[in-house]
């Protein structure tokens, strides 16, 4: 059963042959003009080299050419994750809301 929702994927093989990251973003059918990163990651031994900026890229050029019609893609980071919100400025991201997440530590 579809509930149409499409995801498309962005893999860094290392050279092993294990996933070094991934990112992949997410389209609905009944609006293909928008869509949603579901999460950029990267194997903490693999960080520094710019694989979540080139896994965001590739997710954005897949979605263009699956999609022409994409014209908004949002993506959220925690606020202390400085490396990916450089990379989400980098590539143009800019806020516009905020969410306040509380933890309570067990």
């Known amino acids: 059963m579809s509930i149409g929702r499409h995801i498309l994927t962005a893999l860094a093989i290392a050279p092993d042959g294990s996933v070094a990251g991934s990112s992949d973003v997410r389209i ?25 900026m080139a896994l ?18 949002d993506t959220c980071n925690a606020e202390v994750n400085d490396h990916m919100n450089a990379v989400n ?12 997440e509380l933890q309570k530590k067990l």
């Open 56 to 73: 965001k890229i590739a997710t954005r050029d897949n979605a263009l050419a699956t999609y022409p019609d994409l014209r908004a893609v």
């Open 89 to 100: 400025e980098a590539l143009g991201y800019r806020s516009i809301e905020t969410l306040l």
């Open 28 to 52: 609905n059918e009944a609006d293909p003009t928008h869509g949603q990163i579901a999460i950029t990651l990267v194997d903490p031994a693999h960080r520094g080299h710019r694989l979540g």
